[in-house]
């Protein structure tokens, strides 16, 4: 059973400064999604990572793939208000099923 | 807009009634899915569809049953609802990869419709 970690599960940024998000997943896979959800919204894809070393960026925020280290980041860079949402990482299990992390509650204050 | 609708948006019911949830899509992929979100668990997956009358379990698919007799809707039934599948629904689709385009491999970007608040009293 593939198992999705994420950390850490609350965090609170302080505007302006630099915040990295973890995704550390059980077995092996080289397909890694994003999303974001705001109170009360849907989920909405965010970056596609499909392979190692895969990089993407948009806006203040980077997300990466280690395939060999099961791991995925999400990088903020400069925080600003309008990024408090909730993060989730799903990691694909290659039988068109993903597995979700908990999700990571990010709060922005001045 | 992925051109998926869930209905009801919000329901109550009472504890051993039977509620049926509707997804539709307007994209005509073949991949479909279910998933229940409560707090500290993401998304847990409960069915899955893979085509018309192809459909699989989740891992959490205790309780519910689903059905897709056509392409572009796929029901959620619980067939006697509990307090403990009071949450929050959401229905998915993933359109078909770029697979083999310039290498890329198969993936599996899911696209989630706008969610169902379920609660059982």
């Known amino acids: 059973e593939l198992k999705v970690e994420q950390n850490p599960l609350f965090l609170s940024m302080q505007e302006g400064k630099n915040y990295t998000i973890y995704c550390n997943y059980s077995t092996t896979s080289d397909r890694l999604y994003w999303y974001r959800q705001d109170p009360g919204k849907s989920l909405e894809s965010l970056f596609v990572?499909?392979?190692?070393?895969a990089v993407k960026q948009e806006g203040r925020l980077m997300a990466s793939l280690d395939t060999k280290a099961r791991l995925s980041t999400l990088h903020i860079t400069a925080a600003v208000h309008d990024l408090s949402a909730t993060y989730f990482c799903?990691?694909?299990?290659?039988?068109?099923?993903?597995?979700f992390g908990a999700g990571t509650t990010v709060t922005v204050r001045a | 807009d992925a051109g998926i609708t869930q209905s009801p948006r919000h329901k109550v019911t009472e504890t051993g009634t039977p509620v049926t949830l509707r997804c539709h899509q307007t994209e005509n992929h073949r991949y479909m899915y279910w998933y229940r979100q409560d707090p500290g668990h993401g998304l847990r997956l409960i069915h899955y569809?893979?085509?018309?009358?192809?459909?699989d379990k989740g891992e959490v698919s205790d309780g519910y049953s689903v059905s897709r007799s056509k392409t572009e809707d796929f029901l959620l039934t619980l067939e006697s609802a509990t307090s403990s599948q009071t949450s929050v629904y959401f229905c998915?689709?993933?359109?078909?990869?770029?697979?083999?385009?310039?290498?890329?491999?198969?993936?599996?970007?899911?696209?989630f419709g706008p969610g169902t608040r379920l609660t059982v009293l």
């Open positions: 990572l499909l392979s190692n070393g």
């Open positions: 569809s893979y085509g018309v009358k192809d459909t």
């Open positions: 998915a689709i993933s359109p078909p990869s770029l697979a083999g385009a310039q290498g890329t491999p198969h993936y599996n970007e899911q696209f």
């Open positions: 799903a990691v694909d299990s290659n039988d068109y099923k993903l597995s």
